[in-house]
């Protein structure tokens, strides 16, 4: 991470720490089982993927002229998605007329071409809408487990050439009533704004949700192996010893960049463990329920 980026946490971290993100308007949600768990890091074969967190499984499907989401984009549209969900309490939300002004409170720039920003959002929206999602515990003796779409259904209306002309109709998607119901059950509490700051890197995001998530509630010392923490977030790592070291590298290089904006974040890392320490919480006036 050279100076530069490091700098500009360091900015986004200060204006985050000046205020509170509820006061802020900056009070968002994720939902709670893609903190457990999390979606593709990178564009991966197959329309099948699974993560694991201790007895908790996480399943996507998508259809496979589609594809799976993966990516930063689909991490700040689930966190749009769930906010929207939680401060609504409506299964059809209404993402507006303009695209540009949707992008804007993803924290994106509206940017054309084949790998602009524009492509990749309409990409994701319809990767993630098109998706469902299996969430599984289970040990030797008791398994449960849930089994949902993403949405019913969706309409995009936006013109990606003129993304600042408001379309006729406002584009809208209508969630799932068993995703409806998981995701605003319990979400979890973040900052949006710490979202933006990190959305250059899908495992920085995943880490600051899981953070926020863990250290709300966390009472004692914890030491987590890496070959777990390889289980829930290394979607792209081999499952070998040198594969663990590779991901154990990237791990703490992103957890550097956490730490920008959640410097409260009391961590230790050595050979074999993440160690977490009882920290204050990113948002402080919410207390999560493990």
């Known amino acids: 991470m050279n100076n530069k980026n490091i700098n500009k946490l360091i900015e ?16 968002g949600y994720m ?3 893609l903190v457990q768990a999390t979606m593709p890091h990178r564009n991966i074969e197959g329309n099948e993927f699974i993560r694991k967190n201790g007895l908790f499984t ?3 499907l998508a259809p496979s002229h589609v594809g799976l989401p993966y990516g930063s984009i689909p991490r700040l549209l689930m966190a749009w998605i769930t906010t929207e969900a939680v401060k609504t309490g409506h299964q059809e939300l209404i993402l507006g007329k303009s695209l540009s002004d949707f992008m804007r409170q993803l924290g994106l720039v509206p940017t054309g071409g084949r790998w602009g920003s524009i492509t990749r959002l309409r990409e994701q929206m319809i990767r993630i809408f098109s998706s469902s999602i ?13 089994n949902m779409q993403v949405a019913e259904d969706y309409s995009l209306w936006w013109e990606p050439k003129k993304p600042e002309q408001a379309a006729l109709w406002e584009s ?10 998981e995701i605003t059950s319990s979400p979890i509490p973040i900052d949006i704004d710490a979202l933006k700051a990190l959305k250059k890197s899908p495992m920085a995001l995943d880490i600051y949700c899981w953070l926020t998530y863990r250290m709300s509630y966390l009472k004692k010392k914890t030491g987590i192996p890496w070959q777990a923490l390889a289980a829930q977030f290394g979607s792209n790592y081999a499952n070998d010893a040198q594969g663990i070291r590779n991901f154990k590298k990237h791990f703490i290089e992103q957890l550097k960049k956490v730490n920008c904006v959640y410097p409260d974040a009391n961590v230790e890392c050595d050979s074999s463990y993440l160690t977490l320490k009882p920290s204050k919480t990113h948002i402080s006036s919410i207390i999560v329920k493990a």
Do not use: P, Q, W
């Not at 986004?12 to 009070?27: M, Q």
């Not at 599984?136 to 398994?143: L, Q």
């Not at 969630?175 to 409806?180: M, P």
């Open 134 to 146: 299996s969430c599984t515990y289970s040990d030797e003796s008791r398994a449960s487990g849930v």
């Open 58 to 60: 996480l399943t996507m």
């Open 12 to 27: 986004h971290a200060l204006a985050i720490e000046a205020r509170d993100a509820k006061e802020a308007g900056a009070l």
């Open 172 to 181: 809208t998607i209508t969630l799932n009533r068993r995703f409806f119901d």
């Open 31 to 33: 939902g709670r089982a």
